[in-house]
Structures are given as C-alpha cells and as structure tokens.
C-alpha cells in the first residue's frame, strides 16, 4: 500500500469494514427470507430457495475476494505469488461437484437398499432367483 | 563459436546471481511467502471439511435447519434465527479491521499504535471465543447435541401433533409441513425454566403435560427399558428423550426421531476446528503483541514485519469463518 498516504489507507480501512459488515447484514436478510422468516411461504418455492443459495455464496466469495486483496494485501503482491497461491484453489471446483454428485449418490444408494429391504421382506416366502430384475419388473408393471 | 561462449558466460554468471542469495523470490520475505503456502494449505483442509459436510448434507433425505437449530441466543432470547451468530461474525470482522491498523501503524514504526491496535485484535477474538463458548454449552446441556446425537430433526410430510393425552391437538402451533424442523426435548429438561408472564406456546404446554406424565410413573430415569416407555402423546426413549407423536396426512402415525447423527459430529469438529484456529491466534497475538511492547521488532527496524505476518494468518481465520457461517448457518 505503499502509493498511499496514511490518511488514504485509515480511510480505507473504515470503509472495508463498512462493506464486509453492510454485505453480512445483506447475506443474513436473503437467508432468511429464503427461510421464509421475512415472507412466509417463500420457503416453499424452489426457484427462490436456489437463487437465494447463489446470491449468499456469491456474496461470501465477494467477501473472500475482499479480505484477501484489501486486508491482507494481496494486490500489492507480484502476479506469481499470487497465482501460485490462488490458482490452487480452483481445485475445489472440482472437488465440490465430484463430492456433493457422490453424496447424492450415496443418497440414492441409501433409499434403494431400504427400498429391497422392504421388498424382499414381503417376498420373503417366495424364492426366487433375481431380486434386482423382480423390482424393476414391479415397477414397469 | 565465439558468441555461443559469450552467451554461456552470461547465463552462468545470472545463475550465479540468483543463487548467492540475498534475492527475495516474488519479492517477498521468506516468512511472509511460508505464511501464504500455509495459509493455501489450511484453506485445502477447511474446505476438505466444508465439502464433507456439503457431501453428507446431499446424502441426507433431511437435514437440520439452521435457522431453526441456530435460534437462541444469551438473556434467555429465543425464536431469533442467526441473530447471535450474526454478532459472533461482526465480532471477527470488526477485529479483523483493527489488525489492519496495527499492520499500518507497524509500517510507520509506531510502536504504541502497534500495541493498542493488536490489544483489540485480541479482545475481539476472545469475545469470539467467549461466544462460541456460549453456544457450544447451550447446544451441549441445554439442547442435548453431541458429537454422536442429534436431537434436532425435520418433519418430511404435513401433519399434526397429539397431545399429551393421545388426542389429536388442535392448536395452530402443532401442525406443521415438510421441512419444519423440531427439538426432541430431554424428559425434565426445560421443566424447571420459568415461562415469564407470556401465554404458554402449545409445545410448551404439551412438554408440561408430559414431564408430569413421566414424574406421575416415578420412573428410574437412569435405567430405562431398551424399548423405552410408552405413553398415550409419546416416546420415552430409552437416552430419556421425549419423541412426540403425530399424524401425517397420509394417516400414518408416527414419532419424533433423531435427526441425522452425522449434525452433531460435523458440526463439533469443524466449528471446533475453526475456534481452535481463533485460540492459537488469539495465543500468537499475544505473544507478538508483547514482544511489540517490549520495542524487540522496533529493533529490527523492517516495518513489524511479524505483526503482517499475524496479521495474514488473522485475516485468514476470517476468512475461513465466512464460509463456515455460509455452509453452516447461511445455506
């Protein structure tokens, strides 16, 4: 920060809190009307549940973004330090669609053993070879 | 021939130069870059831990929520989503602002402004600290969540509650829809708590009904059955929890459950993780803040420049707490 005089950087200072507090208060008021605290009923409409995810994850990023370059400095940095330190970070791009796909998937797993579960406990008297096969067969018919 | 010699020499003599030392690389002192690979590196593991949680969630056909479950907050104010956790990030923030200014008034060799400066930095954390505290031990004894058990479920079908009796109840309060989350209350907990002047809440009336039902059998609440009790509007669980009954829509009469155990743990460890970052830096800014005081960086004459390095790894623990409170208490 050194082009700027003391007076500039204390200034900025005051504001960076002002922004991080204002864009806090802000993420706070779209959680909950997302939860239908502010609008009741709101909870109950996909599109403004989804849309209300992506304005506060895109607010924290903001948020980020501003704590390191503004706090910590990062813009005063030579351009290798900073992509060497944030360039690893993209990823986690990756890391979150593989995961949060695989825990859907364990999701889906979970409800299909309790789904065989109760099915072969009905079937239980009946032998049959091919359990797998017989459930689709149910479900086609 | 000539010139490729002329050509080797000038490379050989750069190399030279770059190895002899003294060369700072990215222009950055060697702790100063250290910091930010470690920093780079601890993000890696919080974000390990954020994605399992944002995994798990996934996995789940409910899930806690956080605007049910984060509601209470100090002198007794209940049914106020986030508003404590809220606090808890200005708090961070506002601490994370006043470690700027003792990085600046490092940069001007102030030695008092260094001091008073990271003095706040410190109260701030330690408030934050103090606040997890709080709300570690209200989850814990007052709420009943560990590690292993999560009290707090959700509803997934339209329903409504019986009574204490084994009627079906007609109150507003004791209807509720899918996604509405509940507390399964502890049988006497919450019992000896004055309801003040306001009117009872219907929930609030049934746990009365039936902790006196409960007391009226005079029940070893130390060894209850395997199976647990049962009464008329509910469970007694064997842990001692009141699982109330209600109807679905589709006719089914069912009970409160635990809600997914895997809350409880996720949230210990990785809230936990984080206040033990804010611990440790709370415990380096004080180290740093008295070796301030005592004019040991003044010596070195280079601009505190351990004060920017705690600085960044404070900013950091910031940092990481937006996006706990996003995953956490936001989403």
């Known amino acids: 920060m050194g082009h700027h005089s003391y007076e500039d950087a204390k200034k900025m200072v005051w504001k960076g809190c002002g922004v991080l507090a204002a864009v806090t208060l802000i993420e706070v008021f779209v959680s909950l009307l997302q939860k239908g605290h502010v609008i009741s009923g709101l909870e109950d409409v996909s599109a403004v549940v989804i849309i209300a995810a992506l304005i506060i994850g895109i607010l924290s990023i903001y948020k980020a973004y501003y704590i390191i370059y503004n706090f910590m400095h990062m813009s005063s940095e030579v351009p290798g330090l900073r992509m060497s330190v944030l360039l690893p970070t993209a990823l986690l791009i990756w890391g979150m669609i593989a995961f949060f796909q695989e825990g859907n998937s364990w999701g889906e797993r979970r409800e299909l053993i309790k789904e065989k579960d109760r099915v072969t406990a009905e079937d239980a008297i009946k032998p049959q070879g091919m359990l797998l096969k017989k459930i689709e067969l149910e479900k086609l018919q | ?331």
């Not at chain 2, 002329?6 to 690389?25: F, I, R, T, Y």
């Not at chain 2, 930010?36 to 056909?61: E, H, N, V």
């Not at chain 2, 004791?174 to 006497?188: C, E, Q, R, S, V």
Request: aromatic share 16%; glycine share 10%.
């Open chain 2, 1 to 331: 021939m000539a010139t490729d010699t002329a050509v080797h020499d000038e490379v050989h003599e750069n190399d030279q130069d770059l190895w002899s030392g003294g060369k700072k690389p990215f222009k950055a002192s060697y702790g100063k870059l250290m910091m930010w690979y470690f920093l780079l590196s601890d993000a890696f593991t919080f974000a390990g831990f954020l994605i399992a949680y944002g995994a798990l969630r996934f996995s789940s056909p409910s899930w806690p929520v956080p605007d049910f479950v984060f509601s209470t907050a100090p002198f007794g104010i209940h049914h106020a989503p986030l508003i404590f956790v809220t606090f808890m990030s200005f708090l961070l923030i506002l601490s994370s602002v006043t470690m700027v200014r003792a990085v600046q008034e490092g940069h001007r060799e102030n030695q008092r402004g260094v001091v008073f400066w990271m003095f706040l930095t410190v109260i701030g954390g330690a408030g934050f600290l103090g606040c997890q505290a709080w709300e570690w031990n209200n989850l814990i004894s007052k709420e009943c969540m560990t590690v292993l058990r999560n009290p707090f479920g959700t509803h997934t079908e339209n329903g409504v509650y019986l009574n204490a009796d084994g009627s079906q109840s007609t109150a507003e309060d004791d209807t509720f829809k899918p996604g509405i989350g509940y507390l399964m209350h502890h049988a006497h907990i919450g019992e000896g708590h004055a309801h003040g002047d306001h009117e009872l809440t219907a929930e609030e009336k049934f746990l009365e009904e039936a902790n006196a039902a409960v007391a009226a059998k005079s029940l070893d609440m130390e060894n209850l059955p395997e199976a647990g009790v049962d009464f008329p509007g509910f469970r007694l669980n064997n842990e001692g929890f009141i699982q109330r009954k209600f109807v679905t829509e589709s006719g089914v009469a069912a009970a409160q459950e635990y809600g997914p155990k895997a809350f409880g743990a996720l949230f210990f460890f990785i809230t936990g993780f984080h206040g033990f970052h804010v611990l440790s830096g709370v415990a380096f800014l004080l180290i740093i803040m008295l070796n301030a005081g005592s004019g040991l960086y003044a010596a070195r004459k280079n601009g505190y420049e351990m004060v920017e390095k705690i600085g960044l790894y404070w900013h950091f623990v910031d940092l990481v707490w937006v996006f706990v409170f996003l995953v956490f208490y936001l989403l």
